[in-house]
């Protein structure tokens, strides 16, 4: 996990690179409301946070939690970002391309961007408007123009293998010097911000304020806090630092001049927050699940819950302390008597958490999830959601954490499986490869042999030069490791006898990363003083543990694989004569960076587009790029070969309808195309629909069918040729509505994909007659055998008009439609069992003739009727 931490107005979060030239511009693409209202709604409380799935930073308003602004990093996407922020200032730096670019704060507009190696092993710091790029692996530490990225100033030189920090409260800052147990306070070079006069010539340091930067930074205080080469760490407090001494398990604290030493009873491998606010120092057990506060001299120690191979150093917080659980996601919560309250749970998406203390708020983010946490002063928790604008096809769901492996039994380790010495003139130098630490972190390894007090080094260490020996006299020196639970076996070196008659160091060493991984070292042959040289004795220099490599030429070929990958790292190489003398070490060698071919590509998914026919998209999670950005994809579909862009997704097109497409996909970087993951799927089929028959009322009709959609959500549609249609989803039939009865219906339902395919079935379906009754209940009058004859039938709606026949109660007739008298006039058979009314309905008598609504009877009205 990466902790980026801090108070007030400063904050790094620590990550690696080597300082090398001014390049071009970063590209940056922003999005959402204008830059000229970015400038205006510029929060104090807010904190930007990385995505790495989109590709983007977010800036998140501290106040509503809620994402004011997202800015997309092009080229970016899936890789780790290290952001550095002030009030006026974000800088960014792509760790797998090493790019380092600056975003004005105050107009959104994009400043200079510099380049750095790629991998682990540089630092930049930023506050107010001061910059810094730390070399940690050469010790090299130099202040920039957090406009420009230009250099202010001389640079500072420290020892290799320094361990940077950021700034305090009061703009100052620290590092650590393991290999002189020092703690260092640099102080900037200041910016004037008052113009030069007019015709005055411009101060040669830049400053990006209309001013410039005075002198050059420096070191303004050096304190010891260990040994020589002890294992430490550093966290930057609101004024001045803490420091643990993993080696003896003591905390010490600066504050202004006051120094103070605590010591500590660990039980295992200590950690504490790279940025501490407040006056608690939490140090972690990484292995017990334990915290102990430290506040003066008053130490308290709290259990965390759960058990964790991922639990990462506590960090205090408005009374309380948060420990994240990189393996679930998990930020446990205790108060300040050490009670376990509600955890924070984010699905992290596999990739470590962050943790930064802004302006009054604790931000919590998962470069891997959509979404983060803040946390304001009374420990109120919100949810953000960094995507609140998502596109159409997602990113690929994040792959499971793995689970969980159970701790082997615990107990004082191993002893070192190789110990090797060699002497120079009343020298010697001891090396020895890694102990087993039997379920417990080694905390220190004890050197013995040469008379004087046990020489204690940090457990990364592996190697120990021993002064003030006696020409002549034979030494036998052993190692040993201690953890939690005690000192674990001796391990004896060869015996050695230092000499005057020793070798001329090697005067420089080359390095050079390969694409297989390996390392390839040389070296001028190194001048034996009459003695042959019988081999060399390479020691590694970087951020991680140590390791030592024999040779018997001027070269070395570390094998692929020995180095971390993306990890900045130099060497020092010895040489040793035919009569065991050693030189001293050579000059560092500059920094590599090992890489290889990346890996396969995770949760590969090929799926049918469900927008377009004959296409298929495939997603998947970024593999570990091995120390080398990507610059592509390598896919190999149905077995043709083509080169796709760096985005996680792409949509492969030109397949015939339900075809089988296989995808195999490498990763490609500097080295070649990497391992390749497989995944298969096909494309659409074409919908079908079957008619299975029809149902009419009088005025409707209702279609019944069977419609697959093919892969792609689908709509069906009824039609009725001249009458109207409707659609409907595709559960098994529709129904059309609006018809009139006695009607026949040719019909036609479709079936409709969002890939625009379709797929119809018709038929011809008829309407029900609609039959009313003849109405007389006077038959003397109107019925069968009466003097004036029957209900008379016109051929117009008009009793003016002719007649052509005359009908009878109760016989029937198909009613056809109605309309109203074209006279107006009303007919009134109420006497005789019928109605009043002025409408007349076109019936099928004689052809198609009109008869007097009034004598007309229909079971629902006119209503089913279309009017004539």
């Known amino acids: 996990m990466s902790w980026n931490l801090r108070s007030g107005r400063t904050g790094a979060l620590i990550t690696g690179g080597t300082i090398v030239a001014l390049v071009a511009v970063l590209g940056l693409t922003l999005w959402g409301t204008g830059a000229a209202n970015h400038a205006v709604a510029s929060f104090d409380v807010s904190s930007w946070l990385w995505s790495a799935d989109k590709g983007e930073v977010a800036r998140v308003n501290g106040v509503t939690g809620k994402v004011d602004t997202r800015t997309k990093i092009t080229d970016a996407q899936g890789h780790t970002m290290q952001v550095t922020q002030s009030d006026r200032f974000v800088i960014l730096r792509d760790v797998n391309t090493g790019k380092v670019s600056v975003l004005d704060l105050s107009s959104l507009t994009l400043g200079a961007t510099t380049q750095a190696t790629p991998g682990i092993g540089v630092v930049v710091a930023v506050h107010d408007d001061t910059a810094f790029i730390i070399d940690t692996v050469q010790g090299q530490v130099r202040q920039l123009d957090p406009m420009t990225l230009l250099p202010v100033g001389e640079t500072l030189s420290f020892p290799p293998n320094i361990s940077a920090g950021t700034f305090d409260d009061n703009g100052r800052l620290w590092l650590l010097v393991p290999s002189e147990g020092t703690v260092v306070g640099i102080d900037a070079a200041k910016l004037t911000t008052t113009a030069p006069a007019g015709g005055a010539a411009a101060s040669p340091n830049p400053g990006g304020q209309g001013g410039g930067f005075t002198g050059s930074p420096a070191k303004v205080k050096t304190i010891g806090v260990a040994e020589p080469n002890h294992d430490l760490a550093l966290s930057i407090l609101d004024s001045g630092v803490a420091v643990l001494d993993k080696t003896t398990t003591t905390l010490t604290t600066l504050r202004g001049d006051a120094v103070k030493k605590v010591p500590l009873k660990l039980d295992g491998e200590g950690g504490i927050p790279d940025r501490t606010v407040g006056g ?66 984010i699905q992290a998406g596999g990739k470590p958490l962050e943790i930064e203390v802004r302006e009054d708020r604790m931000f919590i983010n998962a470069p891997g999830g959509s979404t983060a946490r803040v946390v304001d002063a009374k420990n109120h928790v919100t949810t953000v959601d960094k995507y609140a604008n998502d596109v159409l096809g997602g990113d690929a769901p994040p792959a499971p954490p793995p689970p969980q492996q159970t701790k082997p039994p615990v107990t004082a380790p191993g002893a070192p499986a190789r110990v090797n ?283 019944r069918f069977t419609a697959t959609d093919g892969g792609a959500p689908g709509t069906c549609k009824l039609e009725a040729a001249g009458a109207g249609s409707t659609t409907g989803t595709c559960s098994g039939s529709l129904t059309l509505n609006g018809l009139w009865p006695n009607t026949a219906y040719n019909y036609t339902v479709t079936i409709s994909n969002g890939a625009g395919m379709t797929a119809s079935g018709t038929g011809t379906v008829s309407t029900p007659v609609y039959k009313g009754t003849v109405v007389c209940t006077k038959t003397s009058y109107c019925g069968h055998g009466a003097s004036n004859g029957g209900i008379w039938v016109y051929t117009g709606p008009s009793q003016s008009g002719s007649g052509i026949g005359d009908v009878y109660a109760p016989d029937q007739y198909t009613a056809i439609c109605w309309t109203n008298s074209s006279t107006n006039t009303s007919i009134n058979a109420e006497p005789y069992g019928g109605k009043k009314s002025t409408q007349w309905i076109k019936i099928a008598f004689k052809g198609e003739n009109y008869i007097p609504y009034a004598w007309f009877d229909l079971p629902s009205g006119t209503g089913p009727l279309k009017q004539c």
């Open 421 to 703: 010495a060699v002497a120079g003139n009343m020298t010697a130098r001891i090396t020895w490869t890694a102990a087993p630490p039997n379920g417990s972190a080694v905390t220190k390894y004890v050197v013995e042999g040469d008379g004087a007090a046990p020489h204690e080094v940090g457990a990364s260490q592996r190697a120990v030069d021993i002064a003030g020996l006696t020409n002549g006299q034979q030494y036998r020196f052993t190692v040993y490791a201690v953890n939690a639970k005690g000192s674990g076996p001796k391990k004896a070196a060869n015996p050695v006898t230092p000499t005057r008659d020793v070798p001329d160091a090697p005067p420089s060493v080359a390095a050079v990363a390969n694409p297989d991984g390996t390392v390839a070292l040389t070296w001028p042959a190194a001048n034996g003083q009459g003695h042959k040289i019988a081999k060399y004795v390479i020691t590694t220099v970087g951020s991680g543990e140590a390791k030592t490599f024999e040779s018997a030429q001027p070269q070395f070929s570390v094998p692929a694989g020995e180095l971390p990958y993306g990890t900045q790292v130099a060497f020092k190489v010895a040489a040793i004569n035919d009569i065991g003398g050693s030189s001293a070490q050579s000059p560092l060698s500059p920094s590599v960076v090992p890489f290889n071919k990346p890996g396969a590509p995770g949760a590969l998914s090929v799926k049918a587009s469900t927008t377009k026919r004959g296409t298929v998209v495939a997603t998947w999670k970024a593999p570990a790029d091995n120390g080398s950005p990507l610059t592509g994809y390598e896919a190999t579909v149905n077995g043709t070969k083509q080169t796709i862009g760096t985005a996680l997704t792409h949509e492969f097109a030109g397949f015939k309808d339900a075809e089988a497409v296989t995808i195999q996909l490498r990763a490609v970087n500097q080295a070649g195309p990497g391992a390749p993951a497989t995944g298969s799927g096909a494309t659409l089929a074409a919908p079908k629909m079957t008619v299975a028959g029809a149902t009419a009322a009088l005025n409707s009709i209702t279609v």
């Open 280 to 345: 608690d120092v939490p140090v972690t057990v990484i292995d017990g699940s334990h915290v102990y506060v430290v506040d003066n001299d008053r130490v308290s120690d709290f259990t965390v819950p759960g058990d964790s191979p991922k639990l990462q150093p506590c960090v205090a917080w408005s009374g309380r302390f948060y420990c994240a659980d990189d393996a679930t996601g998990t930020v446990y919560v205790l108060d300040g008597q050490g009670k376990a309250l509600e955890p924070i749970r």
